[in-house]
């Protein structure tokens, strides 16, 4: 069993390397003030690390000092608790990013992370992971100590509160955090709101004030959080939503739009139906006309009536245009 003074001496070794990591270069004097030590104790506790693999250069002279170097048998990056949780997140937050190759590596980097990570932190960023979802690829950045703190918040089921506009003004939000979602552009919070008593969708950057409260709460019968969101983002958020029946695969139809601009289901291996939003019926039916595939109308009624009279119109407009020739259309 390792005395007292070892203890100590192998705390202040992982100190030092700790600070080592924080920036490119210290003095001997600055790190002996930091470690509570002499400077002597300072060059034995490199030595030390040097032992151990750690490349450490010493320089001398006005501008010299302590540096770490890169190395191949440079041992794992030593990190405490919140660097550790924060270095997760971010990971999890560049996992499925916009940059080709960014998630695959992100998702490797955190495998290596879950690795070496003591065991209690082990368990809380897997709890962490658990708490984000996420459709579509790339999206705005936002701040990871809110991410952090959100995840948390949805970890330990406590509430949380935020501040967040709403029409012409700014107000403070009380809710029960379920999940985070990525999008293909943003960050989302599904909550459950308890000052409007139901589900709500926040997107995270445009949050202010994010804080979790200590009141823990009994977790309710909560919707699919990643469909929500895309349903919320691609539909419910205007003020026309329409669904389609797409005579086309639906891998075929998700490559042709955004996740974020509709939802789209398989019917089947050769039919998809396609839900989705926007200020006007007439710019519903342009961008699915413009997919190129066969489709059908499934609702609201008025926009099959609104295709009637368009149809007429453009053959109307096909009509005035023809030529002498031109006795069929396709």
Not at 211 to 227: G, K, L
Not at 265 to 283: I, K, M, Q, T
């Amino acid at each position: 069993m390792a005395s007292g003074a070892e203890r100590g001496t192998t705390e202040r070794v992982l100190t030092l390397l700790g600070l080592l990591q924080q920036r490119p270069l210290w003095t001997g004097p600055e790190l002996a003030e930091r470690l509570g030590v002499t400077a002597r104790t300072v060059r034995r506790d490199v030595e030390r690390l040097r032992t151990l693999g750690y490349p450490v250069h010493a320089g001398q002279g006005v501008g010299g000092g302590y540096r770490l170097g890169p190395g191949q048998d440079l041992p794992p990056l030593l990190l405490d608790d919140e660097e550790a949780i924060a270095t997760a997140v971010s990971l999890l937050a560049g996992a499925g990013g916009a940059v080709t190759g960014a998630g695959d590596a992100a998702l490797r980097a955190l495998t290596k992370l879950d690795q070496v990570l003591p065991v209690r932190l082990r368990h809380e960023v897997r709890a962490l992971a658990g708490s984000v979802e996420s459709f579509g690829g790339g999206r705005t950045p936002v701040d990871p100590e809110v991410l952090t703190t959100l995840a948390r918040a949805c970890r330990d089921e406590v509430e949380a509160g935020f501040d967040y506009p709403s029409r012409s003004e700014v107000r403070r939000r009380r809710v029960e955090p379920y999940r985070l979602v990525a999008s293909d552009r943003r960050w989302y919070l599904l909550a459950y709101d308890l000052d409007r008593d139901g589900w709500r969708s926040f997107r995270v950057d445009r949050m202010t004030g994010v804080s979790a409260r200590s009141w823990r709460f009994r977790p309710r019968v909560a919707p699919d959080a990643a469909t929500y969101v895309q349903e919320g983002v691609a539909s419910r958020a205007y003020p026309y939503q329409a669904r389609f029946l797409v005579h086309a695969p639906a891998d075929t139809v998700r490559a042709q739009v955004p996740a974020s601009a509709a939802v789209v289901e398989p019917r089947g291996n050769e039919l998809c139906e396609v839900l989705s939003g926007a200020g006007n019926l007439d710019f519903l039916l342009m961008h699915v006309l413009l997919l190129g595939h066969d489709f059908e109308v499934l609702d609201p009624p008025e926009l099959g009536r609104r295709c009637r009279v368009l149809a007429e119109r453009l053959l109307s407009a096909g009509a005035a245009s023809a030529g002498p020739g031109d006795t069929d259309l396709d």
